[in-house]
């Protein structure tokens, strides 16, 4: 019986195998690329079936000489889930720019901020669009296979993962398609290059489906007009049609048939009644009482919850599961949610659609600080500090992120720190997740415009969240604008950021047939749960400087876009004037503890004492006074201080390691007795009067004959030797000395110290 069954699944493996390579047979027979032009543009390439056939789905995408292998791969049993398991793994790979990772082990290790940042965004384009009951691991991983300097690999990764998935058999409703925005001289250019990207002001990275639904907007700007940036955003989504329209006629050429799966079951009709009886009138009541705040509206709604499933198990003969029934509950109160809202125009805590809740601002809050501020918008609370220190504090970035990026390193960045008593929860701190980095990103960057490029010190604002209730990003921006007037940095202007929310009614869930919506300004944290968008635009009064625009629906028309744009406008002019309040402009004068920056114009031949051996005398000075002295190629040394009385005790410090006898004035040309007080390999170090440096004279200058070593000449410590001086190496400061010329035939008379010093 045993020998049979062994046999039966060898039988089994094997016809799985047939199968497998008959399927990668046939799948290798409809290799096909298309080519998307850009008017005036390089064009994208994509193609498939050469790669990685064993997956699901998998596409290259190619533009210029940067090109991406994206590949799907979904499982077919489903996993225990209220939502899409989709994970997206986007990998920078310092072999597809010919380098080699700079770390000990040589090898890629975890992943990069930029990693994380591109894998989120290629994520929020590709989520949208799966089936609502579609609960299956799926796996989306972007390998890069070259890059050029030229052209950026993450809207090629969004465009081959939307290929790969339409190529396969998962079910997705895409495909979508992705460009990068630039605005240059006033003109919109599609996908710039890194060098045209350098002098844009605009970055924005535009994902839509077919009818020019808009499904992901993300990107930073230098303070935009909104007529340039609503224009850029329809720019880019008519050339999203195009790559659409090429991944349809490839998908229609060799794509698989969507496979079908197992969905739950539909709970009866009855059950979903009986809830809907119990629930609807108390939900009602919980969503219309506006005295209610976050943690005793949720704990109501949680009461509701707890009644309701009790009843029903109590009353039925056989109730479904737990699981289901808590389904149930959950459709139910996102419908009256969203109904109280088209019914009242009034949200849950009373407000009206357009009106945002209550602000309150503090700063200076630590004196020992550099900079710091509470912002406060309703139950959102978030306390900014700024540190300021020296430049070489400034963060670096790996070799293959400056090729990609062009970005060498930061002297502004923020950090944003998101601890779980924020929400009343118990959980784990420790190394940021990627939820944290992608909301500092964006608070970053709608703060990066207004900080001066220029600035004499590195910036690193840090922003902790205390209460969350919606937009703690946004909330991000308005505190790190506040701390950073406080600290005294000279930003261009006030920036506040706000985030708006969407709820729609369509016809059979089809946002292509959207009958009425609501645009929410400043949403709550509900809000955002059970609504459709989370919009979140910063900026000042005169612009656009960041956006993330996450879609929880297949695409939403233009029209709504540019709608919440103009929302978004209006609230953040609201929020400026608020603030404008507590600070308006950058602190004057600056604070007791303000850091202190000079330069040190050392002579050459100096330097040397100043930093010791080993670097003792610069140790010894920050040790002793907390003030850095940093060599600099151009200005001699960059001495930073945290403040001004450091300041001072390094500038004594400086000043006695450099206080000397005074030095005689040696005569270019001349001759002197020189003393040896060391023998080296490479010659002898000598000195010309008692108080000086050694200075070496090389091998190649002790004789006309080609020594090795300064013995062959039978040199000793002590013995006095006649040189010629040559004045000092404008480069290093070194003497330079020689003894070869003295053995010409003709030599003018020698000198010793005492004549010259007698002079």
């Not at 070799?399 to 929860?425: Q, R, W």
């Not at 005169?542 to 978004?568: H, T």
């Not at 001349?670 to 108080?691: D, H, N, Q, S």
């Not at 190649?700 to 010629?724: C, F, M, T, W, Y």
Request: net charge neutral; with cysteine.
């Amino acid at each position: 019986m045993a020998m049979f069954t062994l046999y039966f699944f060898k039988l089994r493996n094997l016809h799985r195998n047939i199968d497998c390579f008959r399927s990668i047979r046939n799948y290798s027979n409809k290799l096909s690329s298309v080519d998307v032009e850009f008017s005036g543009r390089a064009s994208l390439k994509i193609s498939t079936g050469k790669y990685a056939r064993f997956t699901d789905g998998c596409a290259v995408a190619q533009l210029g000489d940067t090109s991406v292998l994206v590949t799907a791969v979904s499982k077919t049993k489903p996993t225990p889930s209220s939502f899409l398991p989709l994970v997206v793994d986007y990998r920078q790979k310092a072999a597809a720019a010919g380098r080699i990772p700079t770390n000990f082990l040589r090898r890629e290790l975890g992943p990069s901020e930029q990693e994380v940042l591109t894998s989120r965004l290629i994520d929020r384009s590709l989520r949208p669009l799966f089936p609502k009951n579609y609960m299956f691991d799926t796996q989306i991983m972007c390998n890069l296979l070259a890059v050029d300097s030229m052209h950026h690999a993450d809207v090629l990764s969004i465009n081959a993962a939307s290929a790969a998935l339409s190529l396969s058999d998962i079910p997705w409703n895409g495909p979508v398609g992705a460009v990068r925005v630039g605005l240059c001289d006033n003109e919109v250019v599609i996908n710039p290059t890194r060098r045209e990207q350098a002098s844009s002001d605009l970055n924005l990275v535009v994902s839509a489906t077919s009818q020019s639904l808009v499904v992901m907007l993300e990107g930073s700007a230098n303070n935009v007009y909104q007529q340039d940036f609503l224009k850029a955003i329809k720019a880019g989504v008519k050339e999203c049609q195009k790559i659409v329209q090429t991944i349809f006629q490839l998908q229609n050429s060799c794509g698989k048939p969507k496979r079908t799966y197992e969905t739950k079951s539909e709970p009866d009709k009855s059950v979903v009644e009986s809830v809907r009886a119990l629930s609807e009138m108390r939900l009602r009541e919980v969503f219309q009482d506006y005295e209610h705040d976050k943690l005793s509206r949720d704990e109501a709604v949680r009461n509701i919850h707890n009644d309701v499933l009790e009843k029903i198990r109590l009353g039925m003969e056989a109730p479904p599961d737990q699981e289901t029934l808590s389904r149930i509950f959950g459709n139910n109160a996102r419908e009256t949610f969203r109904d109280l809202i088209f019914e009242n125009n009034k949200r849950c805590d009373g407000r009206a659609l357009d009106q945002l809740r209550a602000i309150s601002c503090e700063v200076d809050l630590y004196k020992p600080l550099h900079g710091s501020a509470l912002f406060q918008r309703g139950q959102t609370q978030v306390l900014c500090t700024v540190a300021l220190d020296s430049l070489e504090s400034a963060v670096k970035s790996d070799p293959v992120s400056v090729l990609l990026s062009g970005i060498k390193e930061k002297n502004f960045f923020l950090h944003y720190e998101f601890p779980p008593y924020a929400t009343n929860e118990v959980g784990r701190s420790g190394p940021f997740q990627r939820r944290e980095l992608g909301h500092g990103a964006l608070a970053e960057r709608g703060l990066r415009s207004v900080v001066p490029t220029d600035f004499p010190f590195t910036i690193r604002l840090t922003s902790e969240v205390l209460e969350s209730n919606g937009s703690s990003s946004m909330a991000s921006v308005c505190g790190g604008s506040l701390a950073l007037m406080d600290a005294g940095v000279d930003i261009s202007a006030p920036a506040a950021g706000v985030a708006i929310g969407l709820v729609t009614r369509c016809e059979n869930d089809d946002t292509k047939h959207l009958t009425d919506y609501r645009i929410l300004t400043d949403i709550l944290g509900i809000e955002d749960y059970m609504g459709d968008m989370d919009f979140k635009m910063a900026g000042t009064k005169k612009g656009i400087s960041a956006i993330q625009v996450d879609v929880k629906v297949p695409g939403l028309p233009l029209k709504v876009i540019m709608e919440a744009v103009q929302a978004a406008t209006d609230a953040k002019s609201k929020i400026i004037d608020i603030m404008n309040k507590t600070i308006s402009k950058p602190r004057q004068p600056r604070k007791s503890n303000w850091p202190v920056s000079v330069t040190l114009d050392v002579p050459v031949h100096k330097r040397g004492k100043l930093i010791g051996p080993g670097g003792n005398n610069l140790k010894k000075i920050m040790l002793e006074t907390g003030a850095q002295v940093i060599p600099d190629e151009e200005a001699g040394f960059r001495v930073f201080a945290p403040n001004q009385e450091a300041m001072d005790e390094a500038q004594e410090m400086i000043n006695s390691l450099l206080k000397s006898e005074q030095e005689p004035q040696l005569e270019f040309g001349a001759i002197y007795t020189a003393k040896v007080v060391e023998l080296r390999e490479i010659g002898v170090m000598v000195t010309l009067y008692p108080t000086m440096v050694p200075a070496l004279l090389h091998n190649s200058q002790l004789d006309q004959r080609k020594i090795n070593h300064p013995s062959a000449l039978g040199l000793e410590v002590g013995q006095e030797i006649q040189v010629k001086y040559f004045g000092r190496d404008p480069v290093s400061g070194l003497m330079r000395l020689s003894r070869k010329v003295l053995q010409s035939p003709t030599s003018p008379g020698i000198k010793n110290f005492q004549e010259t010093s007698n002079r």
